[in-house]
């Protein structure tokens, strides 16, 4: 019954913003991390960005630092991820992933996974 649903996925320019969310059900939500995973065409899944339950610790992958900032609303249930400054390397379908623990992996083990959203950014 837990489900994940990502949405405000879309095409951008090359330096344009976008803001994924990922509404969650069915599970305790403060009690689990969230994390955002992409995956291009004939590559594997990656690690993007996660958070703890908390929300008060975050990690991201070197090559989103400084660009992109994952986030959640505990009351509503949502995890976000901003997206700024978008290059054409960012360019894959993004998938939204809570797990039953609380603290974040960087490994794409999470209990739970949304269907993903396409983001294209190009000119």
């Known amino acids: 019954q837990v489900q994940l649903v990502e949405s405000g996925g879309g095409l951008v320019q090359p330096g344009g913003s976008l803001r994924l969310s990922c509404a969650a059900s069915?599970?305790?939500?403060?009690?689990?991390?969230m994390g955002w995973f992409r995956q291009a065409p004939g590559k594997e899944r990656e690690f993007v960005a996660g958070?703890?339950?908390?929300?008060?610790?975050?990690y991201y992958d070197d090559s989103v630092k400084g660009r992109f900032t994952i986030s959640r609303d505990n009351a509503r249930n949502t995890s976000y991820l901003q997206m700024n400054s978008l290059k054409p390397e960012d360019t894959a379908v993004y998938f939204c992933?809570?797990?039953?623990?609380?603290?974040?992996?960087?490994?794409?083990?999470?209990?739970?996974w949304g269907q993903g959203t396409q983001v294209t950014v190009s000119s």
């Open positions: 992933a809570a797990d039953r623990a609380p603290v974040i992996s960087i490994r794409p083990n999470y209990d739970y």
């Open positions: 069915g599970l305790t939500f403060s009690r689990s991390a």
């Open positions: 958070i703890n339950g908390k929300g008060d610790f975050t």
